[in-house]
């Protein structure tokens, strides 16, 4: 039986909350993911049930808000550069 990774998805899941964004955000949610299955599946220790979904949904909020970040700020690019300078 394999031992759970949920202490380091947990902290990939925090470091794309408060400073990675993205970048480690995505890999804790598709480690938590995988992780979770094989939890199921009894290939993995699942004493680390509770972490590896706290980190899961820390990289699914994470990835969320830097998406919503991304979106905004093109928008209001897109609106800077279509709105004429006035003086």
């Known amino acids: 039986m394999k ?9 990939l899941g925090i470091l794309g909350l408060v400073l990675c964004g993205i970048f480690t ?3 804790a949610w598709v480690m938590g993911n995988n992780d979770l299955k094989s939890m199921d599946a009894g290939t993995m220790d699942s004493s680390g049930r509770s972490l ?3 980190g899961r949904i820390c ?3 994470s990835t969320i808000l830097s ?9 209001l690019m897109a ?3 279509a709105l ?4």
């Open 3 to 11: 031992p759970h990774r949920g202490a380091l998805i947990l902290v």
């Open 25 to 27: 955000a995505v890999p």
């Open 52 to 54: 590896t979904n706290a």
């Open 59 to 61: 990289g699914m909020i």
């Open 67 to 75: 998406i919503i970040a991304v979106v905004v700020v093109v928008v």
């Open 79 to 81: 609106l800077g550069m």
């Open 84 to 87: 004429p300078l006035s003086r």
